[in-house]
C-alpha cells in the first residue's frame, strides 16, 4: 500500500477529508476498499494511522493508493481488531480534532467519517454520544440537525441517542421549530430543493386519534405546524401525520424529507428501503460533514473482507454532491 505523510491532492474541485473512525472497527477496511474505487475520481486525504491501514491492506490483499495523514496514536503491540477498548476509542476523537485542524486551515473543504465506538470513547472519558454532539460542542454549534437518508428517502431527527422513554420528555417548541427550519435550509443549499416538501411524523399511534392514544400531536406538534406555515415561506410542509402514512407517501415521492421524533421511526424504513446505501449528514455545521449510516461492527473487524464499503462510499459522494450545491446556492 503506498501511503504518503503528507496530503498531496490531486486537482478536484472538492477536497473530501476521510477519517477512520475507530481503528478497531471496519472503518480501516472500508476506507480503504473505497479508496479502491474512488481515487481516480474523488481527490480523499485520510486522517488515520499508517499502522492500522498497512495491517488491514495486507489482510484484503489491496493496494490503493493514499494521501494520508498518520497520527500514529496506537500502541502496535497490543493493538487488536475487533476489541472495544479506551486507546482506539480516544484515537478515533484524534482523528476527529485533527480534522477538524485541516477543514480550519482549509486544507480540506468537507469531512466523511467513518464510525466511533459511544462505548470506546467514553472509556477514554469524552462524554458523549457520537459525533453529532462532539461536533456541536467542539464548535459550539446548537440545534445541529442530523439526517439520516439513502436513495428513497430522507429523515431528519428532533431526538437521537436516547432511551425510547424519555423521548417525549425532550420533545419543545424550540427544538421542533429549529429542526423544521434547520432541514428546510438544508434541503435548499445542499440538495439544490428550492420548495422542499416536509411532513411531520406523530410521536404516537395514528398520531394520537385527536388526543385519544397521548396529548404530545394537539398540545405541542399541531401548535408548532400552525406557528410554522407563515415562517416556512415557499415550503410545503404537512403533519403531524402517523408515522406509517407519513414514510410511505415520502417513499412515493410526495414528500422531500420526513421529521422523525425518535431514533428508530426513521431507522427502520431506511435499512428496509436501502441498507447498504444510507448515509448520515448533519444540518447546521459550517462544514459539509456525512458518515456511513452502520456503526463499528467489531464482531467482523478481524474479518475485514467480510465489510461492505457502499455506505461510505454513497458516503463520500454525498459529501462532494452537496458541497458543489453549496458553492452554488
Not at 110 to 124: G, R
Not at 209 to 227: F, H
Not at 269 to 281: E, F, I, Q, Y
Not at 302 to 319: G, T
Amino acid at each position: 500500500m503506498s501511503l504518503r505523510k503528507s496530503p498531496t491532492l490531486k486537482s478536484s474541485k472538492v477536497r473530501v477529508g476521510l477519517t477512520i473512525g475507530d481503528p478497531a472497527g471496519i472503518g480501516p477496511a472500508i476506507t480503504l476498499k473505497a479508496i479502491q474505487q474512488l481515487e481516480k475520481s474523488v481527490s480523499l486525504t485520510v486522517i488515520g494511522n499508517r499502522f492500522i491501514l498497512k495491517k488491514a491492506s495486507r489482510i484484503l490483499r489491496i493496494d490503493p493508493d493514499i494521501n494520508l495523514v498518520d497520527l500514529d496514536n496506537i500502541n502496535t503491540r497490543h493493538f487488536a481488531f475487533g476489541k472495544v477498548n479506551a486507546e482506539c476509542g480516544q484515537a478515533s476523537i484524534d482523528y476527529l480534532d485533527a480534522a477538524l485542524n485541516l477543514l480550519k486551515n482549509k486544507e480540506i473543504d468537507c469531512l466523511v467519517t467513518c464510525p466511533i465506538s459511544k462505548e470506546a470513547i467514553n472509556l477514554a472519558g469524552v462524554r458523549f454520544s457520537g459525533h453529532t454532539e462532539y461536533l456541536g460542542s467542539r464548535l459550539s454549534r446548537t440545534h445541529l440537525v442530523m439526517m439520516l437518508l439513502n436513495h428513497k428517502l430522507k429523515f431528519s431527527l428532533v431526538t437521537r441517542h436516547i432511551p425510547l422513554k424519555q423521548v417525549c420528555a425532550r420533545l419543545n417548541k424550540e427544538e421542533l421549530e429549529s429542526n423544521i427550519l434547520n432541514t428546510i435550509k438544508g434541503l435548499r443549499s445542499l440538495f439544490a430543493i428550492p420548495r422542499p416538501r416536509l411532513v411531520l411524523c406523530g410521536v404516537n399511534p395514528h398520531a394520537s386519534d385527536n388526543g385519544l392514544i397521548g396529548e404530545e400531536e394537539n398540545k405541542l406538534l399541531r401548535p408548532v405546524m400552525r406557528g410554522l406555515k407563515n415562517r416556512a415561506k415557499a415550503a410545503f410542509i404537512e403533519g403531524p401525520l402517523p408515522a406509517d402514512v407519513a414514510i410511505a407517501a415520502a417513499a412515493k415521492g410526495k414528500f422531500d424529507c420526513v421529521i422523525a421524533l425518535y431514533h428508530d421511526q426513521a431507522l427502520i424504513p431506511l435499512k428496509l428501503t436501502g441498507p447498504d446505501t444510507g448515509v448520515n449528514l448533519t444540518l447546521g455545521l459550517p462544514f459539509i460533514r456525512t458518515s456511513p449510516l452502520h456503526g463499528t461492527a467489531f464482531d467482523i473487524a478481524a474479518r475485514p473482507k467480510k465489510a461492505n464499503p457502499d455506505s461510505l462510499i454513497a458516503a463520500i459522494k454525498l459529501a462532494v454532491k452537496c458541497a458543489l450545491n453549496q458553492k452554488k446556492a
